[in-house]
């Protein structure tokens, strides 16, 4: 079973400048999640989608990121525009269903990430 | 405060010791309780979870959860080189469908 895959691995940038990431799930995953990840520091969850509607974007800053998920698949996730503080590990995962109704823990499915960083 | 607290480390160890990571959490609500794998410039990936309180072995993985006192344990025995990695812990709520996660302890084992 192919993993979740993620590109670009490494993306340099400037500040101000814009960056978009691309993320796709595994097969069947309904569920699919965005985390920032600074050095140092554990996943942070950015957003989570359920097929294509968004489940929780509560800590993604809108001013400057956004992210979409067409057709319940593939997702992107831009920043525009970026700042110092945006450096870190974009992480994308999967799980089977994530929602709360399901009232159990569906394993998250991580990629290897893009490794950002703005100078 | 975070929701879920861990040991800083880094930690460093030799070949065969057994190991002892630990985090702490706050919400109530938690339900499941996880952890995670992650080496070097790769993503974390699942090792365990646990369900409410009590022990789950998986070979020389040991995870335990106190609900009482909020505590959080993996139990490394005869911890190998390969074992080095970041270990983060994390918990999941079910009624709000996400996880939070530990900023994780870096473990180095030496030959």
């Known amino acids: 079973e192919a993993g979740v895959a993620q590109s670009p691995r490494y993306k340099i940038i400037e500040k101000r400048q814009s960056v978009a990431f691309w993320c796709n799930p595994i097969?069947?995953?309904?569920?699919l999640y965005w985390y920032q990840q600074i050095l140092g520091q554990g996943p942070k969850l950015l957003i989570q989608?359920?097929?294509?509607?968004?489940?929780?974007d509560s800590q993604l800053p809108k001013d400057r990121f956004s992210a979409e998920r067409l057709k319940g698949v593939d997702s992107t996730l831009k920043i525009q525009p970026a700042k110092l503080e945006d450096s870190a590990v974009y992480l994308c995962?999967?799980?089977?269903?994530?929602?709360?109704?399901?009232?159990?823990?569906?394993?998250?499915?991580f990629g290897p990430g893009t490794r950002l960083t703005v100078l | 405060q975070k929701e879920v607290e861990q040991d800083p480390g880094p930690l460093s160890v030799p070949e065969g010791a057994i190991v002892s990571l630990n985090c702490t959490y706050s919400?109530?609500?938690?339900?499941?309780f996880m952890w995670y794998r992650q080496y070097s410039r790769k993503g974390p990936e699942l090792l365990m979870y646990?369900?409410?309180?009590g022990n789950k072995e998986d070979g020389r993985f040991t995870a335990q959860v106190d609900k009482s006192s909020k505590y959080i344990s993996l139990f490394i025995r005869d911890s190998q080189p390969s074992d080095s990695a970041t270990y983060l812990c994390?918990?999941?709520?079910?009624?709000?469908?996400?996880?939070?996660f530990g900023d994780g302890t870096t473990l180095t084992v030496k030959p």
């Open positions: 994390a918990s999941f709520n079910t009624n709000a469908g996400k996880s939070t």
């Open positions: 989608f359920q097929n294509n509607g968004v489940v929780d």
């Open positions: 646990t369900y409410s309180s």
């Open positions: 919400n109530s609500a938690f339900q499941y």
């Open positions: 097969s069947g995953h309904a569920t």
């Open positions: 995962a999967s799980s089977l269903d994530g929602l709360a109704s399901s009232l159990s823990y569906n394993e998250q499915f």
